[in-house]
């Protein structure tokens, strides 16, 4: 936990990164107000409700994951090569600390925020979404809807687990800050796939279909499983400390 915070705190002296995680912790909740609660409280219940809510649910949730692995990935991409620029990667390997603590130090100070980024923007954007309903005087509704709640809470975790410790593998291997950076949008592309799977089942129906939702959920899920098996093993195997002192 020792070097956890204190990476933590290192990433957070960026302002790169304090700037991502505060536009981002706002970017959420807005984008589901806007998406679900205005057009919610501006049409009339019936079978446009129904598509419009099978048209954005899968969209908004998945942003909200996308969102919430930006600063994970952002944080474990300076995780090494961060260390190595402002000269203190030096002192850090010489604690006693085992390579496996190290790793898990460097694991956990991307996890924190982007679990609580994670966690603060779903229930925020309940509860706005909502509070939007509850002013036009329309019916509640469930935000995240079940296939969203499977994506936020079990998907998104996974996803955020995978893209740390590749992350942090592409860190220990480049010698700058933003050469790691530029790993960043392959890992979030992944979130595509609940996000535009279930649009793209929905082109030339006029009824929407909750299992295709389901379907392209489970996908992501199996695409997180293999990410985070492979590259933790990977990053296990990686991370060794006589390496990353062979190149300071």
Do not use: H
């Not at 957070?12 to 609660?37: E, M, N, Q, R, S």
């Not at 219940?45 to 949730?61: Q, S, Y």
């Not at 130090?105 to 923007?121: D, F, H, M, N």
């Amino acid at each position: 936990m020792i070097v956890a915070m204190a990476d933590l705190g290192m990433a957070l002296d960026l302002k790169i990164i304090k700037g991502t995680l505060i536009a981002l912790a706002i970017l959420g909740p807005v984008f589901a107000v806007l998406c679900i609660g205005v057009p919610l409280a501006l049409i009339e219940l019936g079978p446009d409700t129904n598509m419009l809510l099978a048209f954005v649910m899968p969209m908004v949730t998945s942003m909200i994951g996308m969102l919430s692995l930006v600063p994970a990935a952002y944080i474990s991409a300076n995780s090494i090569v961060g260390e190595r620029e402002q000269n203190t990667l030096e002192p850090l390997l010489s604690t006693p600390l085992t390579d496996r603590e190290l790793l898990w130090g460097k694991i956990l100070s991307s996890l924190i925020p982007s679990a609580l980024l994670l966690a603060s923007q779903t229930l925020t954007s309940s509860i706005g979404v909502n509070i939007v309903l509850i002013l036009a005087r329309r019916p509640l509704i469930m935000f995240p809807d079940l296939p969203g709640l499977f994506l936020l809470a079990v998907v998104a975790p996974l996803l955020i687990l995978a893209a740390v410790s590749m992350m942090i593998i592409i860190s220990g291997k480049v010698s700058r800050v933003y050469e790691a950076y530029q790993g960043v949008g392959a890992i979030v592309l992944v979130f595509m796939i609940p996000m535009l799977g279930p649009l793209l089942t929905m082109i030339g129906t006029d009824t929407p279909n909750p299992t295709q939702t389901w379907l392209w959920n489970l996908f992501t899920f199996l695409v997180a499983v293999v990410l985070v098996c492979s590259s933790w093993t990977i990053a296990v195997r990686r991370f060794n400390r006589n390496q990353m002192v062979s190149r300071i």
